[in-house]
């Protein structure tokens, strides 16, 4: 069969294959420590379980709205009421098969062939790939200490840019914007009408600072701004697979109409777990986080005393943008390389920086216990040094 040209032109996730290598190696017998999860490494609670369990039991196992029940889409509402002073409608809120899905629905929603995606380097690996998909083209906007310049973000600015997407918390950096630099990027925005994508799925891990949402800055940038958020991260629900998006009442009509002939409605049973999740207690989130800055200082400090290797503490997410760059040599050069050689030669899995369009770094997760961070720490600065 010939393939079509939209997959020939897709990357797999590094990501995910990476992360698959180690499990295999681990399932061969092999003491691998992986550093590549973009999961929690908590298990969901008691409560939200809970509540699957009774979904079941109550036989709510059928279709459901494609946009979801209405009961999550009201707590959905409350929660950016009051998390993020925005005021939302249910018929704005659509509940997707994970956050991913959310930002697929919204890219297929608005971008055409032909259309200008501005994306910050470093980005999530499948940001363009999903732009790929809707015939849309990336354009890469290089960043200052892992933030967009507004005067830079101008300058990519063509009359064909439709979109900037916006990931604060970031993955893979962890940095998080404060207001005033969030203000500056929503006048630029606004100036030229620019739909601003804003996936703010680890807004509840954040260290030391305050998560702003873009849609806050002034009424005419939230006229713009399409949030994306949900459960995985903040309530170590990764495997569930319920993300939400809020935004003008026609895109999440035009989302919900994609979503129909997707996959129709998200996991019923999953969606009575998410409404638990937003809806229970929250006192989870401050001790994971709490666990999170406490690992993160841990890998900062140590990745730091490493000769060759420099880390920024990330106030955000759960990852650490570590750059190798002064360790590249013959027979090791590039991200991808050194990953390999990492994993291979002293079984510790870590995401090569290209994968998010920077090959001087590489992607470590602090998202696991403090027993494996310092093992693979351990390797990782004896594989340095050699």
Request: overall charge positive.
């Amino acid at each position: 069969m010939k393939l079509s040209k939209k997959a020939l032109s897709l990357n797999p996730s590094l990501t995910l294959s990476i992360t698959a290598k180690a499990k295999e190696m681990k399932k061969q017998g092999l003491d691998v420590v992986s550093f590549g999860a973009g999961e929690p490494d908590f298990d969901t609670m008691t409560h939200v379980k809970e509540a699957a369990k009774k979904a079941i039991d109550e036989g709510f196992t059928k279709y459901t709205p494609t946009s979801g029940i209405v009961e999550l889409k009201e707590a959905i509402v409350s929660k950016f009421k009051k998390d993020n002073h925005l005021t939302y409608d249910v018929s704005q809120i659509l509940v997707s098969t994970g956050a991913k899905q959310s930002l697929y629905n919204i890219i297929l929603s608005l971008i055409d062939d032909g259309d200008e995606v501005i994306i910050p380097i470093p980005y999530w690996v499948s940001y363009d790939e999903m732009v790929k998909l809707a015939g849309g083209r990336s354009v890469f906007l290089k960043t200052k200490g892992f933030k967009i310049e507004p005067d830079r973000l101008e300058k990519a600015i063509t009359p064909k840019t439709k979109m900037l997407i916006l990931n604060s918390p970031s993955n893979p950096t962890g940095v998080v914007y404060d207001e005033k630099e969030l203000r500056k990027i929503a006048d630029i925005c606004v100036k030229h009408n620019i739909v601003v994508l804003s996936d703010e799925i680890y807004e509840k891990l954040i260290y030391g600072k305050k998560h702003v949402s873009i849609a806050q800055i002034n009424e005419k940038i939230n006229k713009l701004t399409v949030v994306i958020n949900g459960v995985s991260k903040s309530h170590a629900m990764t495997g569930w697979r319920i993300g939400y998006v809020a935004g003008p009442v026609e895109v999440i009509k035009a989302a919900t109409k994609i979503q129909d002939h997707t996959t129709s409605n998200p996991t019923s049973i999953s969606q009575k777990s998410a409404l638990a999740a937003i809806s229970g207690p929250q006192d989870h989130i401050e001790k994971m986080a709490k666990e999170f800055k406490r690992r993160r200082d841990y890998m900062v400090d140590w990745l730091n005393r490493i000769p060759g290797v420099y880390a920024e503490r990330p106030d955000g997410a759960f990852y650490v943008f570590a750059n190798v760059s002064k360790l590249f040599r013959p027979g090791l050069k590039g991200s991808l390389e050194f990953c390999q050689k990492l994993l291979e030669e002293a079984y510790v899995a870590v995401i090569p920086g290209i994968a998010f369009g920077d090959d001087d770094y590489v992607r470590l997760s602090y998202a696991t216990g403090m027993t494996s961070i310092q093992k693979g720490l351990e390797r990782m600065e004896r594989f340095c040094k050699k």
